[in-house]
């Protein structure tokens, strides 16, 4: 006999622990299921040390992320600012500089304006889809700018730093949707005052872990779901270890990329939600750390904070942690890019990247004492980070459909979100707002069987 | 105990059943499993009467897809022209036209001298592929030509007709990819002396019957494969209904798509290769038939062979049967297109068709005898139609590993093809392609075992 409950939730990320919270809140019976043996999806803390954490995954919050903030102040993790000592720079035109090109600042300006079209809660309505769904933003900066090094700069701070793509990968309306959804271009690629301003202690894994805590025991890993079976009015879910539970409403709050290989539907999803699934793929970022005796570049006025417009290396920023005097600089390579390192050895490839550090820092930055990475695209439930982007023309196809639920499956996970769509803040609210759906509809429910 | 192999093919359309064919010839115990109660993959014929067959899917073959011809001729199956009687139209500008605009004519010569740069082999290596690559080609066509109606018209007779996608989904690169490994756009776009030139009798799908029979018994239907697992030198393939083999090459013969979410592999697959797997989008075209009492529109003048530039039809050819008097007109939608209209009712659907057809061909086709679809996209071992595509920078990042194996895991399909990518002739040759490489391995390894 199935284990029978009222929602079944698969993954156990910030979607799908919001998403529990909430409907155990209403006196829901709920149950997570977790593919892996902890929590907290697409984020990970390493500790070199005492008081040392080393985030491989997502690890910021900023201004606007309201319930991420809510969420900190409730459990009662402690959080700390991004370590910033000195200017950020730009390494552009073979020279390092405090500004962006001034064609960059302006454009920044007609991104944002365009941006402020976007329609979010129905991207297939926003006035100009047509167009810009059917253009990469590569191909569209090149019909506003003339300098090909501003074109790639710009390609690789927006598409590359947001949403971990070439500037070829990506439609403009994606750029534009992702920026609109994050507030802006200003508070999205900003450390204070911005998207990367504050760090939690134990990384947003320790969040998630006090949320899992909160929770309870009906939370289950290493549970790989496999198939979703529809029988009569329940839903069957079968995991890979011969499990199944009985369910009335089931919640993905997995990526789209994962859900479409691993889980099977039975019987099938409606053919727009599956190529839906498949037309949502997986950002491809590569995190690197190096990590020094002393954050050297501080006594050069640098914040660590850097922005290459060449190279592999995209963009860097310190990571320090507080109270200790090892300084950390984390830095990204993105899209096509991160394909293409991650083909090379990998003495060869740390070569490449300590060059192009000390170009930016100097020769103190040649030997770090550890340098670490974690590779996402290798973790077989996520995929690749830090989000996931439609292919070009996804939300002409698709995008009146993204949130839409296929009888009693709901669909979360920050690729749905509206608000910080790409962020922890985005999975925290579309894990809510699939609760509060399934609330309504299980009280209706309820009614009728009364 | 499970069954044991040389070698297990998964898939019988036109790449598993050639495969299996030469590996047999030479030899090897083979095995092809196929999901399906049939062979043939994305080709199926209905009768609606004696001698009057309905290709659902793919149905021509022409000049220079030699391996094709020569396996008509082999398996004795009848080969019919397709019906011209009469002139290729086109409409744009609101107005008939027996030419496409002369700016298009160009464009033409300008698309197959870039495309005579691309290489086959090795496409990321192409001379142009890093801009060409992360342009999609509907905003290429931007770049190139100023008419709004003269570019939509392009995208949808390159983009579309051929890669059954919108221009916005695809990169200049794929299209360019896509008309070198078919010889030029005059051969793929053409009836006579073109792509579209001869028919089967029986539909494909005949021949590819004929094709299993001579392979023989050890032909499994209804297989769905869910698990490879490899065990030491082994590798075990196991289908839903709990079925085991066991055997030294595994050749996945079947769409990527499918592939990426239907198959779990153990150990998992690279990463490279899975991510690239991802990326090969299907395309979306629907087929539709509309037939009548009288192939009416030849008094007319008229071939059946139109173009259009606006609306949902993208393009009509006289698809009637040799010896029969009823005419039958099958018309093409691609892309978004495809998905918008599948999303309106049915009823709806139709007439707005049929009001695209009396504008081209008069109230005589008001009403059809019989109206007729098949939605590949539905069907679960297909995914959609007529071929794959890579999303845009699909090239650059994984163009080195289209047809690399992963041990004795090898990787035939049309979307692998270098000659006539996309078609019958590429899936025939991708099939041979990888059993030859399987053959010298087993010779290797018989000598090995010596």
Redesign the interface.
């Known amino acids: 006999m199935a284990n029978k409950y009222d929602v079944i939730i698969v993954g156990a990320g910030f979607a799908g622990l919001s998403a529990g919270l909430a409907l155990k809140e209403k006196g829901l019976n709920t149950c997570i299921l977790e593919a892996r043996g902890r929590v907290g999806g697409r984020t990970e803390t390493k500790w070199l040390d005492k008081d040392m954490q080393i985030d491989l995954g997502g690890q910021w919050i900023g201004p606007t992320q309201d319930r991420m903030y809510e969420l900190v102040e409730k459990y009662n993790v402690k959080i700390f600012p991004t370590q910033l000592f000195g200017k950020e720079k730009y390494y552009y035109f073979n020279e390092i500089h405090d500004q962006v090109p001034p064609e960059m600042m302006t454009m920044f300006d007609v991104i944002d304006d365009l941006a402020k079209k976007v329609n979010l809660e129905a991207p297939q309505k926003s006035p100009d889809i047509n167009y810009q769904?059917?253009?990469?933003f590569?191909?569209?900066l090149?019909?506003q700018i003339d300098d090909e090094e501003v074109i790639e700069f710009l390609g690789r701070i927006l598409a590359g730093g947001l949403l971990s793509s070439?500037?070829?990968?990506v439609?403009l309306f994606q750029v534009l949707y992702y920026i609109a959804s994050g507030q802006g271009t200003e508070i999205l690629l900003g450390s204070k005052g911005g998207a990367q301003q504050d760090r939690i202690v134990g990384g947003p894994q320790a969040l998630a872990s006090k949320m899992a805590e909160d929770y309870g025991s009906e939370l289950k890993l290493n549970q790989v779901v496999r198939t979703v079976r529809k029988m009569d009015q329940s839903y069957f879910v079968e995991t890979e270890n011969g499990n199944c539970y009985e369910t009335k409403f089931v919640l993905m709050a997995l990526p789209p990329?994962v859900l479409?290989?691993?889980i099977?539907f039975i019987p099938?999803l409606p053919?727009?939600k599956?190529?839906m699934l498949?037309?949502i793929?997986?950002g491809?970022a590569s995190k690197y750390h190096a990590v020094y005796d002393k954050p050297f570049w501080r006594k050069q006025g640098l914040s660590g904070q850097f922005n290459l417009s060449q190279g592999w290396i995209m963009e860097s920023i310190d990571n320090s942690n507080e109270n200790r005097e090892e300084g950390i600089i984390t830095f990204f390579v993105y899209?096509?890019d991160s394909?293409?390192l991650?083909?090379l050895p990998e003495e060869k490839r740390k070569q490449l990247l300590i060059n192009e550090l000390v170009k930016v820092y100097g020769e103190q930055a040649r030997e770090p004492k550890y340098f670490l990475t974690q590779?996402w695209?290798?973790e077989?439930f996520t995929?690749?980070c830090f989000t996931g982007h439609f292919?070009?023309?996804g939300f002409?196809?698709?995008g009146?459909i993204i949130r839409e639920e296929v009888g009693g499956i709901h669909w979360a996970g920050t690729e749905t979100a509206t608000i910080w769509n790409g962020y922890f803040e985005g999975a925290v609210r579309s894990g809510e707002r699939e609760a509060e759906k399934i609330i309504k509809k299980n009280e209706l429910l309820s009614m009728k069987n009364m």
């Open positions: 769904d059917r253009v990469t590569d191909a569209w090149h019909t070439d500037a070829g990968e439609s990329s479409n290989s691993k099977t099938e053919t727009m599956k190529k498949q037309n793929l997986p491809s899209g096509v394909i293409k991650n083909e590779d695209n290798e077989t995929n690749g292919a070009p023309c002409l196809k698709y009146a």
